[in-house]
């Protein structure tokens, strides 16, 4: 099975649920967690967390969704490993002082794609250089998708595609970002 070209901001997806035109659809900041691992060419797996983002997800008035989200590079992080977090925010790998931001913006999506799961498209903006990328949301838990459980999406990403193509003897090419989001103010049954 291919393993899904985008996945971090898939998450963004996720937020669906009953909701009118115009209206927008917020993160829960504190339950909602955007990370991405690489592999190390020794089997390593280096994790790392974006704990400064924002986004939304918009419904359009045609009734479709559409998600925008930014997670900020000067302070991403690999956890317990300082020399690690300079590397990744470092001019060889996200270059936070030129780029602070990653940016992904979804291409309006049918929201019932958070009760079954499947591919988002969108636009995804690294170091100053935009991809159209395709996340995939995965099959929810539960009910009530983003509010009784996380919406989770995965896909990797090429780093090279995004100027990111340096230290290729010891890491992989592959970056996998992985989503769990929850969104505020759960609509009442």
């Given at each position: 099975?291919?393993?899904?070209?985008?996945?971090?901001?898939?998450?963004?997806?996720?937020?669906?649920?009953?909701?009118?035109?115009?209206?927008?659809?917020?993160?829960?900041?504190?339950?909602?967690?955007?990370?991405?691992e690489?592999?190390?060419?020794?089997?390593?797996?280096?994790?790392?967390?974006?704990?400064?983002?924002?986004?939304?997800?918009?419904?359009?008035?045609?009734?479709?969704?559409q998600?925008?989200?930014?997670?900020?590079?000067?302070?991403?992080?690999?956890?317990?490993?300082?020399?690690?977090?300079?590397?990744?925010?470092?001019?060889?790998?996200?270059?936070a002082?030129?780029?602070?931001?990653?940016?992904?913006?979804?291409?309006?999506?049918?929201?019932?794609?958070?009760?079954?799961?499947?591919?988002?498209d969108?636009?995804?903006?690294?170091?100053?250089?935009?991809?159209?990328?395709?996340?995939?949301?995965?099959?929810p838990?539960?009910?009530?998708?983003?509010?009784?459980?996380?919406?989770?999406?995965?896909?990797?990403?090429?780093?090279?595609?995004?100027?990111?193509?340096?230290?290729?003897?010891?890491?992989?090419?592959?970056?996998?970002f992985?989503?769990?989001?929850?969104?505020?103010?759960?609509?009442q049954?």
């Open positions: 099975m291919p393993v899904p070209r985008w996945g971090v901001l898939l998450t963004l997806l996720l937020l669906a649920g009953p909701a009118s035109a115009g209206q927008s659809l917020q993160f829960d900041m504190a339950h909602s967690r955007f990370g991405f690489i592999r190390t060419r020794f089997g390593q797996t280096i994790e790392g967390v974006f704990p400064n983002f924002d986004g939304q997800v918009m419904v359009l008035p045609d009734g479709r969704h998600v925008r989200l930014r997670m900020y590079t000067r302070d991403v992080e690999i956890p317990g490993k300082p020399r690690y977090t300079g590397w990744m925010r470092g001019e060889e790998f996200f270059d002082a030129q780029h602070p931001v990653v940016e992904f913006s979804s291409d309006p999506y049918d929201p019932d794609i958070t009760r079954r799961g499947g591919k988002i969108g636009t995804l903006s690294i170091r100053g250089i935009s991809r159209r990328e395709t996340l995939r949301l995965q099959e838990e539960c009910e009530r998708p983003g509010y009784d459980c996380d919406l989770i999406s995965r896909g990797t990403v090429q780093r090279g595609r995004y100027g990111m193509d340096s230290w290729q003897f010891a890491l992989s090419d592959r970056v996998i992985i989503l769990r989001a929850r969104l505020a103010g759960a609509p049954l």
